[in-house]
């Protein structure tokens, strides 16, 4: 590796010997160290230079691993921090985990142990690149509207538009998070289409919709003769993906012992087949997507903090359609010409109630309801332009009929005042249909 391409690294360790040493094995693999004996140096080091790791002890003087990492979040600093932490601190290493620490590492650092951050640098370096990538990309992306399949121009999708090409090219995991009907799959689509594994298969599995054992069968296979009506070997998800990418759909909703055996895949990058001997080696990219709260399912255990670590190396948020206003005047148009064209139907565009109505809606189902809500518009539309009543979602239209009605009411009961009783009776249960709808 030439001299000016070698990756730079910081060890940060108050102990010499760990500094010495480190230095001598890191140089020996081919980067470029430096070494800091305290976390100020290690902070005004970072500040100068382009580092993509920093190795820091939790425990040194002036400013200590944690804080140093601190520090780094707030002055912007993207270099990747693994921990040196004695044993009596492995806590405070998973707290620095938590709030953003690549990975950590125990002393001693015997053989064991430095094998281990061998096969670490190398990942948190590329999770070092990807950053970089994509800070390099973000004004290039300034002007989409477009990306892949993905229709979107508000700050926020551009963001993501970004981080997918920035991480692409890498096989990084990617947890894709947002609530239903967002766009999580096209997103993960769009991963394998942008990278290089696009030629490769893209194989998608909803963890939620199937039981256990079918779910344990299509993820890993099965040999001949597994379980009582296995007559043929099967090869699972991750045999049928290989040389491309797999994208598990609501990740967190798969049972917990699958999730130790996912995860025990991912390390070894190898699947055994039920009822199988042999551990098959796979080149897989993985996607995963939830719309569960993450915290949630971390703190009640459904989805495993190791296993969300290797899936999470890029973690890639899809906002919901009603925080991205400028997102869904172009979704709705760009589905109406959609609709018209397949229905066959000369739209021309949406009136200015159903404009308003759109734009006050908060659209609980994301894109997806959108969608179905402007296909449903086209083919309810009796004139040249789509109107309130056939956007409005069924439940809402009858509520707001219900509440002309009732609005209405007092008026003709001034105008005919023989007929308030009736009035009054008719314009209860219309109030309640109110109720209902909103639910
Ligand atoms: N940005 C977008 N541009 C165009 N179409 C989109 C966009 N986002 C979502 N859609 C469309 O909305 C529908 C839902 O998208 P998708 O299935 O990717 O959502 P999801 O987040 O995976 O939802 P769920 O959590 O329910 O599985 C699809 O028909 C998809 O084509
Ligand atoms: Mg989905």
Known sequence: MAAST????IVADDEHAITQGLSAIL????????????????????????YGVVLADLMMPKVDGLSLLKAL????IPTECIIITGQA??????????????DYIE????????????????????????????RELASRLETLTHYGELTGQSEEMRAVYQIIDAVAPSSASVLILGESGTGKELVARAVHSKSDRAKGPFFALNCAALPKDILENELFGHEKGAFTGSINEKPGAFEMADGGTIFLDEVAEMPTDIQVKLLRAIESRSVRRLGGKKEIAVDIRIVAATNMDLQKALEEGELREDLYYRLAVVELFLPALR??????????????????RQNSKQLTGFDEDAWAWIHAYHWPGNVRELKNAVERAVIMARGTVVTA???????????????????????????????????????????????????
């Open 389 to 439: 009543q056939d956007i409005m979602p069924r439940h809402l239209r009858l509520a707001a009929a219900a509440a002309a009605v009732a609005a209405a009411a007092p008026a003709s009961d001034k105008a005919a005042p023989g007929k308030t009783a009736a009035g009054k009776t008719a314009a209860k249960p219309k109030s309640k249909t109110t109720r209902t709808g909103k639910r």
């Open 89 to 102: 601190t492995v806590d405070s290493a998973v707290q620095a985990m938590r709030e953003g620490a690549y």
């Open 107 to 134: 002393k001693p650092l015997n053989s064991e142990k430095l094998n281990r951050l061998k096969a670490l640098i190398p990942k948190a370096l590329e999770k070092y690149a990807i950053g970089q990538k994509n």
């Open 73 to 76: 979040q707030d002055k912007g």
């Open 27 to 50: 140089s020996d693999e081919g980067y470029d160290v430096s070494i800091c004996a305290d976390g100020q140096k290690a902070l005004d080091e970072l500040q100068s230079g382009d």
């Open 6 to 9: 070698k990756h730079r690294i």
């Open 323 to 340: 925080e991205r206003v400028s997102d869904i005047q172009l979704l709705a148009n760009e589905f109406l010409l959609r609709f018209s």
